[in-house]
């Protein structure tokens, strides 16, 4: 049996109401970060959330396309990356394979013609057709243009493109729009999509790009709030023992590593704990799983030497 329709109208007449249901979507968020979806859904404006990498930026995008029953369709953002793997390319196999078929067919097509200037143009006729978006390949942001019902478009780690990339986005970004050269400008078939950018800071982003969008900063959570996270990640795990895995990441964030851990390595933690049937940290077993929670040997060399002490803090 398919799933109910949500309701949208009541999941978005209140930033209470809209963060209830991210939490039902076991997203657990702040008030600020509900709230910014919420003005994103009534405005219809894009949403730019920065932040490190690892604290729920892409997954609040997809949490919301699941909340709002929509399909999700992701852009992958690089260095490099051109309209070609954005908005659209021509098939070019489709448009060889006419243009043989053309070959073929060249004495009918030009059967009667009178002249010169009159075969030039029949040709011109079928140029256009090759033209036409029949022999369009849509990519991510076309295709969320199609979506007859509007879908949620994740622009993700913009900060890896390019700036000449950005100014590919802006008239996407402020008219819902895209200029094809060949065949005009294309809008939105009926429901704009709901876009959401992400960036983690490596490069700043342009004014006129963060003038077009809601602007959303999710940092790392405070113990409370992370607490709750892995809880609706990972319920299984004990209270005390979420207590203090949790306690013991902030400790690790406070110290000066290549990488600190993101929510997304306590959430494993917590599963590779509940894994090891564990009910409470100490220094053997945190140094045993410490390559779950760190990605570089030289962190993992620099904690272990504080590991006591820091498995001693976390279990006050």
């Given at each position: ?53 690892g604290v729920g930026k892409t997954e609040l995008a997809k949490t919301t396309a699941d909340m709002f029953a929509l399909p999700l369709i992701r852009l992958q953002c ?27 067919t060249l004495d009918e097509v030009l059967q009667g013609a009178k002249g010169f200037a009159e075969s030039v143009g029949r040709l011109h006729e079928f140029g256009d ?188």
């Amino acid at each position: 049996m398919a799933d109910a329709a949500p309701d949208l109208q009541k999941i978005t007449e209140s930033v209470e109401n809209l963060k209830t249901e991210l939490e039902a979507h076991r997203y657990i968020c702040s008030d600020q970060i509900a709230t910014a979806v919420y003005l994103a859904y009534h405005l219809r404006k894009p949403i730019l959330i920065e932040g490190p990498p690892g604290v729920g930026k892409t997954e609040l995008a997809k949490t919301t396309a699941d909340m709002f029953a929509l399909p999700l369709i992701r852009l992958q953002c690089y260095e490099g990356l051109d309209e070609a793997k954005a908005i659209y390319e021509w098939k070019y196999g489709k448009q060889l394979l006419y243009t043989q078929v053309l070959k073929e067919t060249l004495d009918e097509v030009l059967q009667g013609a009178k002249g010169f200037a009159e075969s030039v143009g029949r040709l011109h006729e079928f140029g256009d057709i090759f033209f036409s978006e029949e022999f369009l390949e849509p990519r991510p942001l076309m295709k969320a243009l199609q979506e007859k019902a509007g879908c949620i478009l994740l622009i993700d780690e913009v900060d890896k493109s390019d700036h000449e990339f950005e100014s590919l986005l802006l008239e996407m970004l402020s008219d819902y729009q895209l200029s094809i050269p060949e065949i005009g400008t294309l809008k939105a078939v009926n429901e704009p999509p709901l876009v959401f950018l992400t960036s983690n800071n490596t490069r700043e982003i342009s004014d006129a790009l963060k003038r077009r969008c809601l602007h959303l900063y999710i940092p790392f959570p405070d113990l409370e709030l992370e607490q709750r996270i892995i809880h609706a990640r990972v319920p299984e795990i004990p209270p005390e023992l979420r207590r203090q895995l949790v306690k013991f990441i902030h400790e690790l964030r406070g110290l000066d590593l290549k990488k600190v851990p993101a929510i997304s390595e306590t959430i494993d933690w917590a599963r590779t704990l509940l894994l090891l049937h564990t009910e409470s940290l100490d220094p053997q077993l945190v140094r045993d799983t410490l390559n779950v929670i760190l990605k570089f040997q030289e962190d993992i060399e620099n904690v272990n030497s504080e590991l006591t002490s820091l498995t001693s803090q976390a279990l006050k």
